[in-house]
């Protein structure tokens, strides 16, 4: 763990910053005040990188060289990225080193590192070297999180906006709005003896007032997005014999559930996940649900794993024969539309002849054939569309979640201290007191100020070389 009595950011870390899968690239990342000495003791390029640590520039270099490795690997060809000064990503001297990527290289040009005097990085440390050294904020660090863990365009917009600065400008707004009230308070306090009219009890009240107003409407924008840390899940469900099977395998992309012309093939409920776009979601093909009651215990039990799938979906594609549209008994019934948002498709649309596929449009939201991959393309067009809307990445949900809280913390102490300021006169010591919990409390949000234990949960989620 990463904690404050043993955070060092004097020593060189090194780490593979690519992931562990072979491919034609692979880097690692150094990073520390020797950082370049490392790298120079086992490059030909140790003249450059022992210029390079002794001049002022701060400009990148980009240096292509040869490493000289233990046996039997002898010289490896790499490129070397070098940022001397402080205009790195950690603003320490850092070195990335591009060759080939072939893990048990990776592995032994890491391990030379370490010979040379690095040492191996922990999860996060790189980032939170950044955090240190000003480069970023808390929230813009677990925004860092939230673009490698983003599964869809909207939860990657909401992770780089963060990672601009978009929660932590105008937390940094009010606490300095705050820090001002504050220094007239305690300004007041110093000098009560001569008189001093810095601010009226009104005028305090008001702008501690205006600064609760926005808290309370960040709290409102984090409130009003879906935190939601897992893949959307989509239900297939229908009446027995209704295309289900069919077009889950069509939306899979293999064979994956039995396909049969005799209702109720499917008893228990298949998962699986699939890619639309940049967005992975949980496919599930449930048990056909019939009208009459169930003969058997399995039937009954089929069925009520088809509701509860349902009750935790977050859309409900309800597939219906196409050339049954007319039979009230193929509807989707009210109760399901109470259960999560449902988009309802008429499948196997290829049997229609062409005036019947004309009403069919009339009558359900999209008509498909797995068997003629007809209507798939907007289909996956439609669900992406249904369920991308607003999801968080875990980073991202993880920083929601402490942000309110903070907020919730520091709306409490500025209701307290304008009721103060507003009814008690002299009390100036109480409301400076509430001043600086509500202070504290937006500076938590962005880590101005920051506990081990917080720093453990943000940066144990990172991967090493991050």
Not at 279 to 291: M, N, P, Q, V
Not at 310 to 319: G, I, Q, T
């Amino acid at each position: 763990m990463l904690t404050g009595s043993d955070i060092s950011v004097d020593d060189v870390i090194v780490a593979e910053a690519t992931s562990r899968a072979s491919g034609v690239r692979g880097v690692i990342r150094l990073s520390g005040d020797r950082a370049l000495a490392v790298v120079a003791a086992f490059s030909e390029a140790h003249h450059e990188l022992d210029q390079l640590a002794v001049a002022s520039s701060t400009r990148a270099v980009v240096i292509p060289t040869h490493l000289v490795l233990p046996a039997p690997l002898g010289q490896v060809p790499a490129t070397l990225l070098v940022w001397p000064g402080r205009r790195s990503y950690t603003r320490q001297p850092t070195v990335e080193i591009h060759t080939v990527g072939c893990t048990p290289i990776l592995d032994v040009i890491t391990s030379t590192a370490c010979a040379a005097g690095a040492r191996a990085a922990r999860r996060g440390e790189f980032t939170l070297r950044a955090l240190l050294a000003g480069r970023l904020d808390l929230t813009q660090a677990e925004a860092v999180l939230g673009v490698i863990e983003a599964r869809s365009p909207q939860q990657l917009s909401t992770a780089l906006s963060q990672l601009a600065g978009g929660l932590a400008s105008p937390l940094a707004a009010l606490r300095e709005e705050l820090l001002d009230l504050l220094s007239l308070v305690e300004a007041g306090l110093d000098f009560a003896d001569e008189d001093l009219d810095l601010l009226s009890s009104d005028e305090l009240t008001s702008r501690i007032e205006a600064v609760a107003a926005q808290v309370i409407a960040l709290e409102d924008q984090l409130a009003s997005r879906a935190v939601r840390t897992s893949r959307p899940r989509v239900l297939l469900a229908g009446r027995p014999n209704a295309g289900k099977s069919s077009l889950f395998n069509a939306l899979a992309g293999y064979h994956a559930a039995i396909v049969a012309d005799v209702a109720g093939t499917t008893r228990d409920y298949l998962t699986q996940t699939i890619r639309l776009g940049l967005l992975e979601i949980d496919l599930l093909d449930t048990a056909g649900l019939d009208e009459m009651v169930p003969t058997t215990k399995l039937d009954a039990l089929a069925q009520q794993l088809t509701i509860s799938a349902a009750a935790e979906a977050d859309l409900v594609l309800w597939c219906i024969d196409a050339r049954r549209l007319g039979d009230p008994r193929e509807a989707i019934p009210e109760v399901w539309k109470t259960l999560a948002p449902a988009v309802v498709i008429g499948t196997k649309c290829d049997l229609l002849s062409p005036a019947e596929m004309a009403q069919g449009r009339s009558q359900v939201d999209l008509l498909v054939s797995s068997a003629a991959n007809e209507g798939l393309a907007q289909l996956r067009e439609r669900i992406a569309q249904e369920v991308a809307l607003d999801a968080l990445s875990p980073a991202v949900a993880s920083t929601a979640a402490r942000s309110q809280h903070s907020l919730a913390t520091a709306r409490a102490s500025l209701a307290e201290a304008a009721q103060i300021a507003r009814s008690a006169i002299g009390a100036d010591e109480l409301v400076a007191a509430e001043l600086r919990i509500a202070i504290d409390a937006l500076g938590d949000i962005a880590g101005v100020t920051y506990t081990d234990d917080i720093l453990d949960r943000v940066f144990s989620k990172f991967c090493i070389g991050k």
